[in-house]
């Protein structure tokens, strides 16, 4: 029974102080579990700075619990050890006492005897002693549970404030560290951006240049091809013009041939003479040079179309010397195009179709009218032949205006001049209540594409000439101290200004007092007296000059003649004095003519 006892006992107590084991192993199981989380929960070495500063979080975390619960185990274990040495200092105290009093018998039954027997003053403990003993160890029992329980609440206290503080780490530490690392990410990102963007836009800019080169160069390559292609194209245009303006001249010579053979079949010897006239003008201007060859316009292949039936009406008429001077009408009214070619709807002749524009229906029937017109225009100006050049140009403004032109023409001015068809047409537009009448410029435009048109027709005015040759040699002041001007300025135009007073001139409103060429131009062009580069000009008529060919003005000096396709000057402020010069007909520095009306 005492065996039992015992045996109950110390497996009592090893009970009782296996609860401070259990919980520290439970702490262990806690800090195992927590460790291999965090060891789970680690990331390699290129993890990102938040990672980093989250594993350095769960480092410092395990090794506080680590801390807390090895503490926790260690006073456990005191506690155990403290217990069972106790328990060993009893057992020997009671076992001394059975040998010193000379009893047998085992522990056990020592143990037993006494709780059986409950007296006894030869024993080694009372009854009495013995409830102490268990009350004390009892006491000892609750003490040592009292402290485990304690050791382990402050164990599960120390991990709960553990794990506070590392919550408050992660949270306060890692918050900053996470925002701090945050803040180094994105600055690190837009860096990185920014880098990668200098490097897209250095990228796009060479690009850029690279194409821009390119471009240019081929835009250098495309430019050179045109300049080359017209080169070639001016060539081939010159070429072909000269080729159109022998091709007219010969076929005027072989016109003129026929018409010569006939007249002489005929018998009519003034239109022989006329007809060698033409001929010999004719092959002059085209061939030798008296003129600029591509300022006489070929006509185009529907007007030489209707060449057999001008002729044929022409013939019919009395005019059959006219026909290129028909042809050249019906070339300005309407290049050959239509059913009304000569633009003879609104003439007296025409009886058959409305009188309106483009009332006529049949081209035959338009060249009849247009050639019975011609005549009566070329007989209201009394014109004797086909180079009688100041009558044909009254005649041709009248074919324009009207025969009413003519008659007025004559009466006030005694022919035909630019500016009284432009004073006419003004006259008439305000009479009749229109925005403009006819074509102001009509003569020059019909004589673009008349062979003969450009036939000088007199000497010009050899006044003025006279005036400026005398003059050779002088230097400016003379010139522009009359002007007005207390210094030297450019003279040129003051020039031509005193050589036009000197002749009265300025006085009759011939030539304008003009100090600027380009105000010299305005004047002429203001009253219908101006040329283009491509005129013939005579004696007397005001050159302009245009250095660069971008259409500024900048010289002008007095025609002196035309002599073998080439225009005599003579000008002031050349070479600083008065000097004379020589151009081609046609040069590209001429800008233009003006045109006195002397």
């Not at 395990?62 to 926790?72: D, I, K, L, M």
């Not at 005193?498 to 030539?511: H, N």
Request: proline residues 2%; positive net charge.
């Amino acid at each position: 029974m005492g065996k039992e006892i015992k045996t109950r006992q110390i497996k009592k107590d090893i009970k009782a102080l296996d609860k401070t084991a259990v919980a520290a192993q439970h702490i262990r199981q806690v800090y195992v579990h927590t460790k291999d989380s965090v060891k789970q929960g680690q990331t390699s070495e290129n993890d990102s700075p938040v990672e980093y500063a989250e594993n350095k979080i769960r480092e410092t975390s395990e090794r506080t619990v680590q801390g807390a619960v090895y503490q926790a185990g260690r006073i456990g274990k005191q506690a155990l050890k403290s217990r069972k040495k106790k328990e060993s200092i009893v057992g020997e105290e009671c076992i001394s006492s059975q040998v010193s009093d000379g009893e047998s018998g085992t522990m056990s039954e020592n143990i037993s005897s006494v709780f059986s027997e409950g007296s006894g003053a030869d024993h080694c403990q009372t009854k009495e002693n013995l409830q102490k003993q268990v009350q004390l160890q009892k006491m000892e029992k609750s003490r040592s549970n009292r402290s485990a329980y304690k050791y382990s609440e402050q164990a599960k206290q120390t991990v709960k404030q553990s794990t506070r503080q590392t919550e408050q780490s992660i949270k306060t530490t890692g918050k900053g560290t996470v925002k701090y690392a945050g803040r180094t990410v994105k600055t690190t990102e837009q860096s990185t951006h920014a880098a990668i963007k200098t490097t897209q836009e250095t990228a796009r800019s060479a690009q850029a240049a690279a194409r821009a080169s390119a471009k240019m160069a081929e835009k250098s390559l495309r430019t050179a091809r045109q300049i080359s292609r017209q080169a070639v194209k001016t060539a081939h245009q010159t070429a072909k013009a000269t080729a159109r303006a022998v091709s007219t001249a010969v076929k005027a010579i072989v016109a003129s041939t026929k018409e010569l053979i006939t007249a002489i079949a005929a018998g009519g010897w003034i239109s022989v003479f006329i007809l060698i006239v033409v001929i010999l003008f004719g092959g002059v201007l085209c061939m030798v040079g008296g003129d600029n060859s591509s300022s006489v316009s070929p006509v185009s292949a529907e007007v030489e179309a209707y060449t057999p039936l001008i002729r044929q009406y022409t013939n019919q008429c009395g005019i059959g010397e006219y026909v290129e001077l028909i042809k050249a009408v019906m070339m300005q009214e309407s290049g050959g195009q239509g059913s009304d070619p000569m633009r003879s709807s609104e003439s007296s002749f025409n009886t058959r179709y409305p009188r309106e524009p483009n009332g006529i229906t049949d081209p035959e029937y338009s060249i009849a009218c247009g050639v019975q017109e011609i005549k009566a225009v070329l007989m209201s100006a009394e014109v004797e032949s086909p180079v009688d050049m100041d009558r044909i140009k009254l005649a041709l403004q009248g074919y324009n205006f009207g025969n009413g032109y003519i008659a007025w023409a004559k009466e006030n001015y005694g022919g035909y001049t630019v500016a009284n068809a432009a004073e006419f047409s003004d006259l008439m537009a305000q009479r009749m209540g229109w925005t403009g009448y006819g074509d102001k410029q009509y003569v020059p435009h019909v004589l673009r594409y008349y062979v003969f048109g450009r036939i000088p027709t007199g000497a010009g005015n050899q006044a003025i000439v006279q005036i400026a040759l005398s003059q050779e040699g002088n230097a400016g002041d003379t010139y522009w101290s009359w002007y007005g001007f207390n210094s030297r300025v450019e003279w040129c135009a003051c020039f031509v200004s005193w050589c036009a007073d000197q002749c009265g001139y300025i006085e009759s409103g011939v030539i304008p007092k003009f100090s600027a060429c380009s105000g010299g131009v305005a004047w002429f062009e203001s009253r219908g007296q101006f040329r283009d580069g491509s005129y013939v000009p005579v004696a007397g008529d005001i050159i302009f000059f245009d250095w660069g060919n971008d259409g500024s003005i900048n010289h002008v000096g007095i025609v002196e003649n035309v002599i073998d396709g080439r225009v005599h000057t003579i000008e002031g402020n050349s070479g600083n004095k008065c000097a004379k010069r020589s151009y081609a007909i046609g040069d590209n520095r001429i800008y233009g003519y003006g045109t006195p009306a002397y």
